[in-house]
């Protein structure tokens, strides 16, 4: 007999989890806040152990085929004239060709289209009551009745409803890296510059570009929090209104982008943050992916991360079905470390997204190009691609 799950958040971690609890016979529950999976949002690196797990799910042709081989990163001055930049073959060298970039809206997509269709999926509901009840959990919703489990996973993001209802606030463990992203897709945008990554930077702001099948572009905005005015951030409205002040006047193409922004209707917007926990699960209550150990999107690998921590977990839970505080310890002293590294990596890259001074943006704009020296590139990129983790191999059915 397999245990009864409810996981909170039909994410990246969320359905990767389902994916392999289901795998192991367990009974899932899977609960989104959302109507329906969301699209929007960025494109990804994909590579590392996300991929590797994304391999043993028989998921890497599918991803694949909905990824992207860029070619070059092309950092661009306010009239559009090359300033910095790098050819993005050394990547597939590092990673032997294991390297992809996808939208994340898509990786979501893939996984969730693998489900087995025993999982049992409720759109547009949350969990919003935790409750011990001797071996199990009693657990309400929004909408849906109160039931009874053996376990509870949070993977609702960085902003988890399940950790502060069973661990703390979110201000308890959120570090904010001091920058907000926002990003969206338009379709019909001009020019386009087919895989290539094309960028602009003035001090503390950047928007990037990039051009996607279907005659669609992704626009990634990153800014230092001083760049947005005071106002509340609460409607799509106000974010809007906040990026197109900060982009005023940033030349570029910024006027045709903040036009496209002012039309699109899928927006995603959130603070640079991490997540630093102690501890991963309290109880039968568990954390996983940006809910447990948000790395941001500095990290360039949130979304494999998020992955991996699911596969471990299952996994660990798989070797110790009859003790479920033991497989979560477990998982926790397996993965905890590597992500606290992770974090810390991130954490010092924040600056280079988006240099303060301009001294600052123009030296990063120089040295962008000494990735154009092979052995440079491999030797930087060969540090900051390697994941120092042994992922174990689990005996899924
Ligand atoms: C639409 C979208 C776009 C994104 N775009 C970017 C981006 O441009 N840049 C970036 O750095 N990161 C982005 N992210 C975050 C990125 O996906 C994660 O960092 C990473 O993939 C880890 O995945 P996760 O499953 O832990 O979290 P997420 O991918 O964030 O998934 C969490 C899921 O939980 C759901 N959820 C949230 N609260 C509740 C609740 N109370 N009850 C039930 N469900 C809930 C969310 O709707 C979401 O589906 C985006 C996330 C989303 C949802």
């Known amino acids: 007999m397999g245990l009864r799950i409810a996981i909170n958040g039909a994410g990246i971690a969320g359905t990767a989890l389902a994916f392999w609890l289901r795998r192991a016979g367990h009974?899932?529950?899977?609960?989104?806040?959302?109507?329906?999976?969301?699209?929007?949002?960025?494109?990804?690196?994909?590579?590392?152990?996300?991929?590797?797990i994304a391999e043993r799910m028989g998921l890497i042709p599918a991803i694949r085929a909905r990824g992207y081989r860029v070619q070059e990163v092309r950092l661009v001055d306010r009239a559009g004239r090359a300033c910095g930049g790098f050819p993005v073959d050394a990547f597939v060298r590092v990673t032997h060709g294991r390297f992809t970039s996808v939208r994340r809206s898509d990786v979501a997509g893939v996984l969730f289209e693998a489900l087995d269709p025993?999982?049992?999926?409720?759109?547009?509901?949350?969990?919003?009551?935790?409750?011990?009840?001797?071996?199990?959990?009693?657990?309400?919703?929004?909408?849906?009745?109160?039931r009874e489990v053996d376990l509870v996973v949070g993977a609702d993001g960085l902003h988890s409803r399940v950790r502060t209802l069973a661990f703390d606030a979110e201000a308890r463990f959120e570090v904010p890296l001091g920058y907000h992203v926002a990003a969206f897709e338009?379709?019909?945008?001009?020019?386009?510059?087919?895989?290539?990554?094309?960028?602009?930077?003035?001090?503390?702001?950047?928007?990037?570009?990039?051009?996607?099948?279907?005659d669609r572009t992704l626009f990634l905005f990153v800014l230092r929090d001083e760049y947005l005015r005071a106002t509340p951030l609460a409607s799509d409205a106000e974010r809007k209104a906040a990026l197109a002040h900060a982009f005023q006047g940033a030349g570029w193409e910024c006027p045709r982008i903040l036009e496209a922004l002012h039309r699109t209707e899928d927006l995603y917007f959130d603070r640079v943050s991490q997540i630093r926990m102690p501890r991963w699960s309290a109880g039968r209550v568990a954390l996983a992916g940006?809910?447990?150990?948000?790395?941001?999107?500095?990290?360039?690998?949130?979304?494999?991360?998020?992955?991996?921590?699911?596969?471990?977990?299952?996994?660990?839970?798989?070797?110790?079905?009859?003790?479920?505080?033991?497989?979560?310890?477990?998982?926790?002293?397996?993965?905890?470390?590597?992500?606290?590294?992770?974090q810390a990596g991130a954490a010092k890259l924040a600056s280079s997204f988006a240099p303060a001074t301009a001294a600052g943006l123009a030296f990063r704009n120089a040295a962008s190009r000494l990735m154009r020296i092979p052995s440079v590139a491999e030797w930087l990129l060969g540090r900051d691609l390697r994941d120092e983790v042994d992922l174990p191999g689990y005996s899924f059915p």
């Not at 510059?193 to 570009?209: A, K, N, T």
């Open 27 to 52: 009974e899932v529950l899977l609960v989104e806040q959302a109507p329906r999976p969301r699209t929007g949002g960025y494109i990804i690196d994909f590579w590392g152990i996300g991929y590797d």
């Open 118 to 146: 025993g999982v049992e999926k409720i759109f547009g509901d949350s969990i919003a009551a935790i409750e011990p009840a001797g071996e199990r959990v009693r657990i309400a919703f929004d909408h849906a009745p109160p």
């Open 186 to 214: 338009a379709e019909g945008y001009r020019p386009r510059d087919e895989l290539v990554y094309v960028s602009h930077g003035i001090p503390g702001r950047q928007v990037s570009r990039f051009s996607m099948r279907g």
């Open 290 to 342: 940006d809910a447990a150990a948000c790395v941001s999107f500095l990290a360039g690998e949130g979304t494999g991360l998020a992955i991996a921590e699911a596969y471990v977990l299952a996994g660990e839970l798989l070797e110790r079905a009859h003790d479920v505080p033991g497989a979560l310890a477990r998982y926790e002293e397996r993965l905890l470390p590597f992500l606290r590294r992770k």
